[in-house]
T-cell receptor
Framework: KAGVTQTPRYLIKTRGQQVTLSCSPI?????VSWYQQTPGQGLQFLFE???????NKGNFPGRFSGRQFSNSRSEMNVSTLELGDSALYLC?????????????FGEGSRLTVL | QKEVEQNSGPLSVPEGAIASLNCTYS??????FFWYRQYSGKSPELIMS????GDKEDGRFTAQLNKASQYVSLLIRDSQPSDSATYLC???????????FGAGTRLTVKP
């Protein structure tokens, strides 16, 4: 069974640019969550999608957005990049429905903003 | 702000010893609790989940939950150098759909 797949794995952008990250969940998983991980802040929750609907959102500015498609694949977008957006962006999936299931993480997309 | 707190460490134990990792959480509505292990440069991987008060054992790992004290812990018996990693405590509320993580405790097991 394939795991959570994130693309791209690494990318470098400059300030002011925008970036789109992609996540394919485990087959059958309908919930996709996104996290930002930095050395100073740890894992910070961005948002969670289930059946193409955003169910919850963390405390991030509106520059961070996401969406989910009918096949459960998800994308997140960061516009007007800032140096502080440099981080590992992790996508995680779970079966969904209830919120008590375990999260399974992808390998992450490491973003560097210059 | 709902918090999940962990000692950042580093925690260092000798090979073969018991490593004890602790986590407290602020939201009394929390219903499910998880421990993840994250090796340097890798993504978090699930070790244990626990939903009820008491102990849950899986091999060398034991998770302990005390909802009254809002406390969850992870014991690693017979620690091995391969257990050296950052351990993340995660908490999920009953009526919320995000899982909150602690900052993680870095464990080093010395041969």
């Amino acid at each position: 069974k394939a795991g959570v797949t994130q693309t791209p794995r690494y990318l470098i952008k400059t300030r002011g640019q925008q970036v789109t990250l992609s996540c394919s969940p485990i087959s059958g998983h309908r919930s996709v969550s996104w996290y930002q991980q930095t050395p100073g802040q740890g894992l910070q929750f961005l948002f969670e999608y289930f059946s193409e609907t955003q169910r919850n959102k963390g405390n991030f500015p509106g520059r961070f957005s996401g969406r989910q498609f009918s096949n459960s694949r998800s994308e997140m977008n960061v516009s007007t990049l800032e140096l502080g957006d440099s981080a590992l962006y992790l996508c995680a999936s779970r079966k969904g429905g209830t919120n008590t299931g375990e999260l399974f993480f992808g390998e992450g997309s490491r973003l560097t903003v210059l | 702000q709902k918090e999940v707190e962990q000692n950042s460490g580093p925690l260092s134990v000798p090979e073969g010893a018991i490593a004890s990792l602790n986590c407290t959480y602020s939201d009394r509505g929390s219903q499910s609790f998880f421990w993840y292990r994250q090796y340097s440069g890798k993504s978090p991987e699930l070790i244990m989940s626990i939903y009820s008060n008491g102990d849950k054992e899986d091999g060398r790992f034991t998770a302990q939950l005390n909802k009254a004290s809002q406390y969850v812990s992870l014991l690693i018996r017979d620690s091995q150098p391969s257990d050296s990693a950052t351990y993340l405590c995660a908490v999920n509320e009953d009526n919320n759909n995000d899982m909150r993580f602690g900052a993680g405790t870095r464990l080093t097991v010395k041969p």
